[in-house]
């Protein structure tokens, strides 16, 4: 069992590293190409990695704090397979109520499938924290008044819930054919 666990490990490892490479590989040849634009490539990268390191640590102590501390029955429980539209609700919520970048979220989500969490539900968590922010609602209402906020946030949350649907269907569909 562990043999399989580190193989898989391994597997997901150097496709990482290939894509890595792969990426590093076409920034080469764009700057090449367009060498007017490596001043500002060299900037926006620097920015970036300066952001991660800014952030990252603290993602990762809380990632560390949520394994612990919240057990796996709860996830289960609250966002799995049977939570039917509470962890509809749950995801919603949740991923509104972060600022913060939508790469934040990822190890959060890989961690709630680990821990028994329903595909649906981490799409729309996902899609929660990249398209329905509180504090952008409120901009919303202030510049574009009630009527654009509220359809903006109904329709979203509606496609949201339909493409978390779609999404887990056609991951089960596919595990299947394999």
Not at 37 to 45: L, Q
Not at 114 to 128: D, E, P, T, V
Request: hydrophobic share 55%; charged share 20%.
């Amino acid at each position: 069992m562990k043999s399989e666990a580190r193989k898989k490990q391994n597997k997901t490892f150097i496709r990482d590293i290939i894509i890595l490479l792969i990426s590093l590989s076409v920034a080469v040849v764009l700057i090449s190409f367009f060498p007017q634009k490596r001043p500002r490539f060299m900037e926006v990268s620097w920015n970036f990695l300066i952001e991660m390191i800014a952030i990252l640590p603290a993602v990762m102590i809380l990632m560390g704090l949520f394994v612990v501390f919240v057990p796996k029955d709860e996830i289960v429980k609250h966002l799995g397979k049977t939570s039917g539209l509470k962890g509809v609700s749950l995801a919603l919520f949740f991923g509104a109520l972060p600022t913060g970048p939508l790469y934040v979220a990822f190890p959060l989500a890989g961690m709630l499938i680990k821990k028994g969490a329903r595909i649906s539900n981490i799409i729309i968590f996902l899609s929660a924290w990249a398209c329905i922010k509180i504090p952008q609602e409120m901009m919303e209402l202030q510049f574009l008044g009630f009527k654009f906020m509220a359809a903006r946030l109904v329709l979203t949350i509606i496609f949201v819930i339909i493409m978390g649907r779609i999404s887990e269907a056609l991951m089960e569909w596919t595990e299947k054919r394999t």
